[in-house]
């Protein structure tokens, strides 16, 4: 009987390919495992094994595999399940969800290599010049890559040069597989044996005499060694505590003197000292946990509405504890990086070495490293704090998720597929593994509060700021009325530059939020009105100050600052609106003896850019904080006692149904920075719409208002929590084909679903990179089955793809696009 399996390809595929494999093969090949397939006319890819057994493929010959390339499967029984369920739920294929899950360097690339024919002789008249170049290459080197092949001679197409060479059985073609991964090794030194004893030693100082840095270094490595003999020492600390260079410990090598060796190390140290006793909790906090406690007899997930600053992290952290003590693993889910940096030390206090770190600023070797220890269920990796790709890994005994600051839109991923909401995959993953979840915000996501409020969660409230710390003062400020008065400096009212001097003059720090990056978002002449646009994308180019560029932060297009307008030639430019560039400018002038920092996109580009403009600021080296929503979450600065929100209606006037709720929750969470100690914090909001509703909820702090009026107009206008949303994204390069493809797409949705079809329409940005974008809204009522919605939707997506015309337009599903 032959035998065959089925493998997930990392390629958009909706299906498993089959492969046929020897007896034994089948025997020793496991779901979960990887192994190197041929797909296509020469290509190789990874995939993983998805199921092993005896049926024929009917369509198609199922061609054997290359390679076996693990001895264990890399990944469980519970992540090949969680991957289907999202790739049924989020419309996408499993391939994409592999994609995503395992970090790039276990999936293998195939490359193409050239080598010379064994034994090979070689009239060098019959080549040309090309071939000749190639030939005498291959003789120095071994193998050349396509990539090295191109450089080498110059020019784009080296193919036809290599088929002749091929045709004249001159060199051979394969593909080869190779491993990205590399362990990190690095160089240790120990003393030669033969200088250990006491006479060996007093020969050896003898010796070296006449080498001042060598006999330095000797000294070290004793005293070093000393303070702890069993610790293996490192090549370059000994450089560092001698004081000399690298070149003078290797010539004590070559010597004899001392021994270099390699070892292994995990590039991921983190510096858990000594872990400190468990924390004690006020009596509010205490009381919740024991409601969250009772709330989990009954209710899987569980939902801590808790102001900011009610102190929600302790009770995490306890019941963390609880969980690691059982020998389970903790999920702990955060929704922006800039986060991580603070709560990893925090944890480490707590937890010391049981602490580890996933998130996309690591390198890919870091994220193997992660993986690997999660998947062996090493002591590394009891509690793992990650952004929202934390949900893949290969957990194997997972007691609690908790997903802090769940309201946060970063939670959704956009693109590449899958689209997933981490908050909802981890209440379906701790499901999955029997595991409780946490749900924790000060303003939870109106459909988590609607679940609580309708026994799908559990609902705890932790009303009191931690120390009765009262809640910030908050206070609002017309600018209109500022601007009719000419008090305004900049967009600086006079009652917050006269608040920053006060919290200056006493000593303490102030944050500034702006929801937008840059210097200026427009530059417009004021003779003709022109303002310049991205020759890519339908979007004004944004100022920015620090490199006098002109930027487009849609497809990255950029061009140095205009002198005169590039319509009329008029000198006379003038910028319109502001981002936290332009405020940083504007407080220097203002405040030219206080030292500034901004926490943007722009700022925090490198590995540890959030962690070095956060530990300045901790530290009192930055004094007044400008930032864009990184600032809101979470974050615990003592002695913050100003934030000023610069401008509530840019948040409020966005074309989005949540953009009110958005705004809610990102003016609560900001002024939740303020006053987190005993002195009472402050918060001033510009607006030029003071008596706007969320405005006055926010100044309120009145988050049952704010529900009670969203839900409600939710259930007006068929919007989530009362309907589900699928959204269609149709792109193209064609304006009138991407328009005629979404007509014809939206009058087949109509024909199922009738009035519940919105669209199609253009969004707020239309073209982005020379793409044209439509998007067509397909609302989908409590009562109707979502499981035969989708596969509707699916059938009809088939036939618009049928339709040759519309073959360049690529259609992108979104499930829960908001």
């Known amino acids: 009987m032959p035998h065959f399996i089925n493998v997930i390809l990392p390629l958009p595929l909706e299906k498993h390919f089959t492969y046929s494999v020897s007896a034994g093969e089948a025997e020793f090949l496991q779901p979960g495992m990887r192994v190197a397939v041929p797909f296509g006319k020469s290509k190789i890819y990874t995939g993983i094994v998805s199921a092993v057994h005896q049926e024929d493929p009917k369509i198609y010959e199922a061609k054997p595999i290359e390679q076996i390339l ?106 080869e597989i190779y491993e990205q991964y590399r362990p990190k090794m690095e160089k240790y030194v120990r003393l030669d044996p033969k200088h250990a004893s006491e006479e060996g030693m007093h020969q050896l100082l003898d010796e070296l005499n006449r080498a001042p840095k060598q006999r330095q270094v000797i000294f070290t490595l004793f005293s070093l060694s000393a303070k702890d003999k069993d610790k293996p020492l490192k090549l370059k600390t000994l450089a560092k505590e001698s004081r000399v260079s690298t070149n003078i410990i290797k010539s004590l090598v070559q010597k004899g003197v001392l021994e270099e060796y390699d070892r292994q190390t995990d590039r991921l140290q983190y510096g858990g000292g000594e872990v400190s006793g468990s924390m004690e909790l006020n009596e509010y906090q205490e009381q919740a946990l024991q409601e969250i406690r009772a709330a989990y007899e009954e209710e899987r997930v569980c939902l801590l509405h808790g102001i900011t600053s009610s102190g929600k992290t302790e009770i995490y952290v306890k019941l963390i504890e609880e969980m690691v003590a059982t020998g389970k693993q903790v999920l702990y889910l955060l929704p922006e990086i800039a986060l991580t940096a603070q709560l990893i030390s925090r944890l480490q206090a707590y937890f010391g070495e049981k602490v580890i770190v996933y998130h996309s600023k690591y390198s890919v070797n870091e994220r193997v490293e992660v993986y690997q220890n999660v998947l062996n269920n090493s002591s590394k990796a009891k509690v793992i704090v990650g952004v929202r790709s934390s949900v893949f890994l290969p957990f194997h005994d997972l007691g609690l998720i908790v997903v802090d600051e769940e309201h946060e839109s970063t939670f959704k991923q956009y693109d590449p597929a899958p689209r997933y909401h981490a908050r909802d995959a981890a209440v379906v993953l701790g499901h999955m593994h029997n595991a409780r979840v946490l749900l924790g915000s000060a303003t939870p996501a109106l459909e988590s509060y609607f679940n609580s409020e309708h026994s799908k969660y559990s609902l705890v409230n932790l009303n009191r700021r931690y120390g009765n710390v009262l809640l910030p003062e908050i206070e609002v400020v017309d600018i209109k009325e500022k601007h009719r008065k000419r008090r305004m400096t900049g967009h600086f009212s006079d009652r917050l530059v006269e608040e920053i001097r006060e919290t200056l003059a006493e000593k303490e720090q102030v944050i500034l939020f702006q929801n937008r990056r840059g210097f200026s978002p427009i530059l417009e002449c004021n003779t003709c009105g022109h303002s310049p646009q991205c020759p890519n994308c339908d979007v004004s180019l944004t100022y920015h100050s620090h490199n006098n560029q002109l930027r487009c932060h849609y497809c990255g297009y950029n061009m140095a600052l205009q002198k005169k307008c590039m319509a009329c030639g008029s000198p006379e430019l003038s910028t319109k609106g502001f981002g936290t560039e332009k405020v940083e400018t504007e407080l220097k002038a203002l405040f030219p003896d206080h030292k500034i920092g901004r926490m943007d996109l722009d700022t925090t580009r490198g590995k540890h850019g959030y962690e070095k403009i956060i530990t300045a600021f901790e530290e009192g080296e930055i004094e007044i904080l400008v930032g864009t929503q990184m600032l809101t979450k979470g974050l615990d600065f003592r002695n913050v006692r100003l934030v000023g929100i610069m401008n509530a209606d840019t948040l409020l006037n966005f074309p989005d149904f949540r953009a009110h709720e958005r705004s809610f929750q990102l003016m609560l969470q900001v002024a939740g920075r303020a006053g987190r100690t005993e002195k009472r914090g402050k918060v001033l909001i510009q607006t030029y719409n003071p008596h706007h509703q969320i405005v006055q909820q926010v100044s309120m702090n009145n988050y049952a208002d704010m529900y009670k009026e969203q839900l409600e107009e939710r259930r007006q206008y068929k919007y989530p929590p009362f309907y589900r949303l699928i959204r269609l994204t149709l792109r193209g390069r064609d304006y009138s084909r991407v328009n005629e493809g979404a007509d014809w797409l939206a009058t087949s949705l109509k024909n199922s679903f009738y009035e519940n079809v919105l669209g199609p329409e253009f969004p707020p940005v239309g073209r982005i990179r020379n793409e044209y974008y439509k998007n067509i809204l397909i609302k989908i009522p409590q009562k109707q089955s979502l499981g035969k919605t989708k596969g509707l939707i699916e059938k009809v997506l088939q036939s618009f793809k049928a339709v040759g015309a519309f073959r360049s337009i690529r259609v992108v599903v979104n499930v829960d696009p908001y």
């Open 70 to 175: 693990d001895k264990t499967p890399i990944v469980t029984a519970a992540q090949l399940a969680f991957w289907k369920w999202l790739a049924s739920y989020y419309m996408c294929a499993e391939g994409e969800v592999l994609r995503a899950a395992i970090p790039s360097a276990f999936l293998l690339e195939s490359e193409t290599i050239v080598q010379l024919m064994k034994d090979v002789e070689v009239e060098e008249e019959e080549l040309t010049d090309d071939e000749y170049l190639l030939y005498e290459a291959l003789q120095r080197q071994s193998s050349l890559k396509i990539n090295e092949i191109i450089q080498l001679l110059d020019k784009k197409t080296v193919l036809p040069v290599i088929n002749s060479l091929v045709e004249k059985k001159v060199v051979v073609v394969n593909q």
